[in-house]
């Protein structure tokens, strides 16, 4: 196993800058996941660390080693991308192979590492099979074993669930997240599928052109995003965003939401006017809380375990709650929308997150 380090680095395309100043730290044995929308230069920085794009700007290091002018091919690291990229006339077998054979490796050593990366993905009943024989998931798995026997330092991911359908895609996960906790590997993921990230990562890395937004467990992520960026994007549904002014009454700081009661603000290293607050659908209460307002039910979206009810507010602003379980609620229905101030999340006129008193003991 090895860890990475990226330092200052840059990608430009003539005067386009792509990414910029990028300082990264992945450590030894983690599973980290580059997530962001399109465009943002995930895959981008995959390709710069494998070898397969140029560096404009700033140094990659795999271990203590910089790797800027080293090839792909003596990175010691092993690349899985969204197409299974597998070759129709051969087996299974043949394709796990065939990379090694053209390293010169022994029959006897091939043999070994086909043969446990076929255990491991558990693809031994299909090694004799052509590509066309095979299902997307199956497919998936042969390219993953590809990467496999050749035991690199690290494993790089390039959306490789993308092109499978949604129960496949689940299915997939539960097989990578295994994986990892069998190799241990140093392992990359790049994705736009925030639910994937979530649910893979020791670690996730949000980008927004070029740059971090972000870096943290996934926990660290949902219950303390940096930004209004990264709280919109973290979370399945999405958070509730209210924007609010600021004002003051008698020498105490007010928030005021547009349906909602003004209330005291907690303290906050806060300046100016304009604030945004947040709140997860989860948080949301239709009985109680510290403040309230009516609304009324536009749509009740039943999923079995959870009910997700979309709740219009008098101003417009339409509220997500997120039920455990059924609710009785109908279309329709007014409600009463309360939520609790140690519940919410505070952002300033520029986006940026700032902390109540009383987080820490939230």
Do not use: W
Request: with cysteine.
């Amino acid at each position: 196993m090895t860890g990475l380090t990226l330092r200052n680095v840059g990608k430009s395309y003539g005067a386009v800058q792509v990414i910029e100043g990028l300082n990264l730290d992945i450590h030894d044995g983690e599973f980290l996941v580059l997530v962001g929308p399109s465009g943002c230069g995930k895959s981008t920085l995959l390709r710069m660390i494998a070898g397969l794009e140029e560096i404009t700007d700033g140094t990659v290091s795999i271990g203590d080693v910089v790797v800027n002018d080293l090839p792909a091919s003596k990175r010691e690291l092993s690349m899985v991308f969204q197409s299974y990229a597998l070759y129709p006339h051969m087996s299974v077998r043949k394709n796990l192979a065939f990379g090694l054979q053209n390293l010169k490796m022994g029959k006897q050593e091939i043999a070994r590492r086909v043969a446990d990366a076929a255990r491991i993905l558990q693809i031994e009943p299909l090694l004799d099979r052509k590509p066309r024989q095979l299902s997307g998931g199956q497919k998936q798995r042969v390219a993953i074993g590809r990467s496999i026997v050749r035991e690199p330092q690290l494993f790089l991911f390039d959306e490789p669930l993308s092109n499978l359908d949604a129960e496949l895609r689940v299915q997939m996960r539960v097989e990578l997240a295994a994986l990892y906790e069998r190799l241990k590997t140093t392992m990359i993921y790049v994705t736009h599928d925030q639910v994937e990230a979530m649910t893979l990562a020791s670690r996730i890395v949000v980008l927004r052109g070029g740059k971090i937004e972000q870096v943290g467990t996934p926990a660290e992520l949902y219950t303390r995003p940096a930004n209004l960026f990264v709280a919109g994007f973290i979370g399945s549904p999405k958070i509730n965003t209210i924007p609010a002014r600021v004002t003051v009454d008698h020498s105490t700081r007010m928030a005021k939401m547009a349906d909602f009661p003004a209330f005291a603000l907690p303290e906050l290293g806060l300046s100016g006017s304009d604030m945004t607050i947040c709140v997860r659908p989860e948080k949301i209460r239709l009985e109680g809380g510290d403040i309230t307002t009516e609304g009324r039910i536009r749509l009740v979206e039943y999923l079995g375990a959870e009910t997700l009810v979309h709740i219009d507010l008098p101003s417009g602003q339409t509220l997500l709650f997120h039920a455990a379980g059924p609710d009785m609620h109908r279309t329709g229905d007014s409600v009463t929308v309360g939520i609790d101030i140690a519940d919410m999340h505070f952002f300033d006129g520029e986006g940026d997150r700032v902390e109540p008193q009383f987080s820490q003991a939230a």
